[in-house]
């Protein structure tokens, strides 16, 4: 084994004659490579983060300040003064010491004039007011034209880096309580009785007037103190501190696109996508990816992509954790029970498409049978937290069973490699819902739960991805998927399917990892009857909505997303027979570090236009002025929360800070426990500017989706996928007696179509005569 020849690499015996000493030259090379590699990654992460300090001045400027100072040195005798200040401190006034007083000048002023710079760019950044004028048909007022311009000329001196634009971000700004007591109320009134409303209200204001006072003290101390003063809260309490399993309640799923069926050979669609995720990666640790820009200008945070790779959630008791590598030479690959450590680094760079398909190939071709228990214990990372951090404790803490848990929490990514196919017909709804479910869960126990994500290869050459969530938001694999696919089509294969090229090469062989887990069967066991439970419950429908899509929507001028969400509004109301509480996901990026933000999209007025549409006495006008109001409000309600005036983050804060306390609040304790029933999601695209989508339609994803948040809840994550097709990703929970998946697809269908005819219906009445 690698591992054996690795450890006698080298070693000595003491002897009656002497010291006695043996080495292996050819393992000595490669640690020597690696070192060599190492110091280079240091060397070059040095220099990004000087460029980054004194971003957006390009470092070139400092030359420039050099030639000014000695320019003023030897030609203004009056500025002699300020260098013989600093000549008093130097050990000579020699010409040479007199340069070094010029270079020290320089270099002074050159760091006052960038922190100016610096400062006024993050000054910038924190106005918002583009944010609510840029949509909607809003004139843009002459205060952002200047803001926009200003922008503009300090961000385009030099290139950005990936993390360039991080310390000029602002912070997350903690808005007043009372701000956010009436967002809340007010949108929890559609949803409550007066009785109720009233009860509610009262609570309210004995918070606001009472602990809210404290709590918000507190709060307001830790967004000064910290980066942000939600995501490291978030990420422990939401995240790592939940005991529920990660299928399906945590984690989350990307399809193909099923539009393009590139090669229907698996070994080659394998080492494409692992290839180009290592070449994602390689610009990701250069800094080279280009920073995501709303509207070509202003900056989202990058802060998640540090820990796409080499990165892995590690069980604990209690809590879990994050752990993050530094880097990693392998991935780990699963097929048919067994998994395999495959090297991708060989000679100092990274293996080709061709060479890595040949590792493939051999993984496929291997006929071993799996160690007992091997077949199934990534299902430990699948059910209870607690169970897996005691079992983890107990079994994996030494041995082989350690090293080769190593070897996969170390990995830069695991891969599945499936022994069926991802299919997709239009003729055939099913097949695309069984895609997706076997991304959101396979058997519950073929992917590793654990990991930053795990690629699915299917047998027919077909691809998706089932990612964790508590290191990033779902935008942030979206990129690198979006990069894959293009990637995909640009670099393409032969004609026989295969990937391009002929390896330059023999590629390490995989190496097949050890396992002793007859102690851990009925660990193991009893976790794979937790998971097999929620995969047999799960209700996944993927709807292909194609009878119209973003193009329609823009003539109705509305947003795309309100369009939708009160499409949803509609199909729920129809579906239960009443509203309920609904979230939609909106970053927060715009601030340092910043992740998600609740839009709460059941609002007064979307009611109001729900009720209208089920009402045969309201004419189409009025329909269509109370739909458009509820669209406004929804995307006012979406900008705010984008702007950090949210109203779910700042409360999950501010009971976070009671329970620290020790303070119980009424009010915190039924608005946190109020159940998440319709939960949407909606998948962005075009973060990558590689190529033009609109030249290449087929190329954009199917979207993905997670499980519902409530067992009688549904989860519905969408994406529009172009000007006339939309995908909704909607599950639900089988032992739920309320919801259906199947049936949901076809409410939203209704409401679509019934959207779409009242639109064609006004302009009809509104059409003026031909003269």
């Known amino acids: 084994?690698?591992?054996?020849?690795?450890?006698?690499?080298?070693?000595?015996?003491?002897?009656?004659?002497?010291?006695?000493?043996?080495?292996?030259?050819?393992?000595?090379?490669l640690v020597w490579a690696s070192g060599i590699r190492s110091w280079k990654k240091r060397l070059a992460r040095f220099k990004n983060?000087?460029?980054?300090?004194?971003?957006?001045?390009?470092?070139?400027?400092?030359?420039?300040?050099?030639?000014?100072?000695?320019?003023?040195?030897?030609?203004?005798?009056?500025?002699?003064?300020?260098?013989?200040?600093?000549l008093q401190y130097l050990p000579g006034t020699s010409y040479v010491w007199q340069i070094v007083s010029c270079f020290i000048l320089s270099l002074t002023f050159w760091l006052i004039l960038i922190y100016i710079v610096r400062y006024t760019f993050k000054i910038m950044l924190m106005y918002k007011g583009w944010m609510y004028e840029s949509r909607g048909g809003h004139k843009v007022s002459l205060q952002t034209k200047l803001w926009g311009l200003g922008v503009k000329l300090l961000s385009s001196?030099?290139?950005?880096?990936?993390?360039?634009?991080?310390?000029?971000?602002?912070?997350?700004?903690?808005?007043?309580?009372?701000?956010?007591?009436?967002?809340?109320?007010?949108?929890?009134?559609?949803?409550?009785?007066?009785?109720?409303?009233?009860?509610?209200?009262?609570?309210?204001?004995?918070f606001e007037d009472g602990i809210a006072v404290k709590l918000q003290r507190y709060l307001w101390l830790k967004s000064w103190w910290s980066s942000n003063y939600v995501s490291d809260w978030w990420e422990e309490y939401v995240y790592l501190r939940s005991r529920t399993p990660l299928i399906v309640n945590s984690n989350f799923y990307g399809t193909?696109?099923?539009?393009?069926?590139?090669?229907?050979?698996?070994?080659?669609?394998?080492?494409?996508?692992?290839?180009?995720?290592?070449?994602?990666?390689?610009?990701?640790?250069?800094?080279?990816?280009?920073?995501?820009?709303?509207?070509g200008l202003v900056p989202l945070c990058s802060w998640q992509y540090e820990r796409i790779f080499n990165t892995t959630r590690v069980p604990g008791a209690v809590s879990d954790k994050i752990v993050h590598y530094n880097d990693s030479r392998h991935i780990v690959v699963y097929h048919a029970g067994r998994y395999?450590?495959?090297?991708?680094?060989?000679?100092?760079?990274?293996?080709?498409?061709?060479?890595?398909?040949?590792?493939?190939?051999?993984?496929?071709?291997?006929?071993?049978?799996?160690?007992?228990?091997?077949?199934?214990?990534a299902a430990l990372t699948a059910a209870d937290r607690t169970h897996w951090a005691n079992t983890r404790t107990q079994y994996f803490f030494k041995g082989i069973n350690r090293q080769s848990l190593d070897a996969i929490e170390k990995a830069a990514f695991v891969v599945t490699l499936d022994e069926v196919p991802y299919e997709y017909d239009p003729e055939d709804s099913k097949k695309l819902d069984e895609f997706g479910r076997i991304l959101m869960t396979g058997k519950g126990y073929d992917r590793w739960?654990?990991?930053?994500?795990?690629?699915?290869?299917?047998s027919n050459g077909r691809v998706g991805f089932n990612a964790e969530h508590s290191w990033a938001d779902a935008p942030v694999m979206g990129h690198l998927w979006e990069h894959f696919l293009c990637g995909d089509l640009v670099v393409g294969y032969q004609e026989n399917g295969h990937t391009i090229g002929a390896p330059e090469l023999e590629p390490p062989k995989p190496i097949r990892l050890q396992w002793n887990l007859?102690?851990?069967?009925?660990?193991?066991?009893?976790?794979?009857?937790?998971?097999?439970?929620?995969?047999?419950?799960?209700?996944?429908?993927?709807?292909?909505?194609?009878?119209?899509?973003?193009?329609?929507?823009?003539?109705?001028?509305?947003?795309?997303?309100?369009?939708?969400?009160?499409?949803?509004?509609?199909?729920?109301?129809?579906?239960?027979?009443?509203?309920?509480?609904?979230?939609?996901?909106?970053?927060?990026?715009?601030?340092?570090?910043?992740?998600?933000?609740?839009?709460?999209?059941?609002?007064?007025?979307?009611?109001?236009?729900?009720?209208?549409?089920?009402?045969?006495?309201?004419?189409?006008?009025?329909?269509?002025?109370?739909?458009?109001?509820?669209?406004?409000?929804?995307?006012?309600?979406?900008?705010?929360?984008?702007?950090?005036?949210?109203?779910?983050?700042?409360?999950?804060?501010?009971?976070?800070?009671?329970?620290?306390?020790?303070?119980?609040?009424?009010?915190?304790?039924?608005?946190?426990?109020?159940?998440?029933?319709?939960?949407?999601?909606?998948?962005?695209?075009?973060?990558?500017?590689?190529?033009?989508?609109?030249?290449?339609?087929?190329?954009?994803s199917a979207g993905g989706g997670f499980g519902p948040v409530a067992n009688d809840g549904y989860g519905v994550s969408y994406i529009i996928a172009g000007e006339n097709l939309v995908f909704f990703h909607i599950s639900s929970k089988k032992s739920s007696p309320h919801t259906d998946s199947s049936r949901f697809a076809v409410r939203i269908t209704e409401a679509l179509n019934d959207m779409k005819s009242l639109y064609d219906d006004w302009k009809s009445s509104t059409k003026q005569p031909s003269s």
């Open 1 to 29: 084994m690698a591992e054996a020849h690795s450890a006698v690499a080298f070693s000595f015996s003491i002897t009656h004659e002497g010291w006695d000493v043996n080495f292996d030259r050819e393992v000595l090379h």
């Open 49 to 86: 983060n000087v460029r980054n300090g004194v971003f957006p001045a390009p470092l070139q400027s400092l030359w420039a300040m050099m030639g000014i100072v000695l320019a003023l040195r030897y030609a203004n005798n009056t500025f002699i003064k300020y260098t013989d200040i600093i």
């Open 157 to 206: 001196k030099s290139k950005p880096l990936l993390y360039s634009y991080q310390g000029s971000l602002p912070k997350l700004p903690l808005p007043p309580v009372n701000q956010t007591m009436k967002r809340y109320l007010k949108s929890v009134r559609p949803l409550m009785n007066d009785s109720e409303f009233e009860s509610m209200v009262k609570l309210a204001n004995e």
């Open 256 to 295: 193909d696109a099923i539009m393009l069926h590139s090669t229907s050979i698996q070994a080659a669609r394998a080492a494409m996508i692992i290839w180009q995720c290592l070449q994602y990666r390689r610009l990701i640790e250069r800094q080279e990816l280009e920073p995501i820009r709303v509207q």
């Open 340 to 377: 395999f450590k495959v090297i991708i680094y060989s000679q100092n760079r990274i293996l080709h498409p061709c060479e890595i398909e040949e590792q493939i190939q051999s993984i496929l071709d291997n006929t071993e049978k799996p160690y007992a228990g091997e077949e199934k214990v």
């Open 449 to 458: 739960f654990d990991k930053s994500f795990t690629l699915c290869i299917g």
């Open 518 to 700: 007859e102690p851990v069967l009925e660990a193991i066991e009893k976790s794979y009857q937790v998971s097999l439970a929620l995969v047999k419950d799960i209700d996944l429908r993927i709807l292909a909505f194609s009878d119209y899509g973003k193009g329609f929507m823009k003539t109705a001028k509305v947003s795309p997303d309100a369009f939708i969400q009160m499409a949803l509004q509609l199909a729920y109301y129809r579906d239960a027979g009443k509203f309920s509480l609904t979230y939609e996901a909106s970053m927060t990026r715009l601030y340092r570090e910043g992740r998600t933000e609740t839009v709460r999209p059941c609002t007064l007025e979307s009611s109001t236009w729900v009720k209208s549409m089920l009402d045969p006495n309201v004419d189409t006008n009025k329909r269509i002025t109370l739909l458009r109001e509820a669209c406004a409000t929804h995307q006012r309600g979406y900008q705010d929360a984008m702007c950090g005036k949210g109203i779910d983050r700042h409360l999950f804060c501010l009971y976070v800070v009671s329970k620290y306390l020790e303070v119980e609040s009424p009010f915190l304790n039924k608005v946190l426990s109020e159940p998440w029933r319709l939960s949407t999601s909606q998948t962005p695209h075009g973060q990558t500017t590689q190529f033009d989508l609109r030249k290449f339609p087929n190329c954009i």
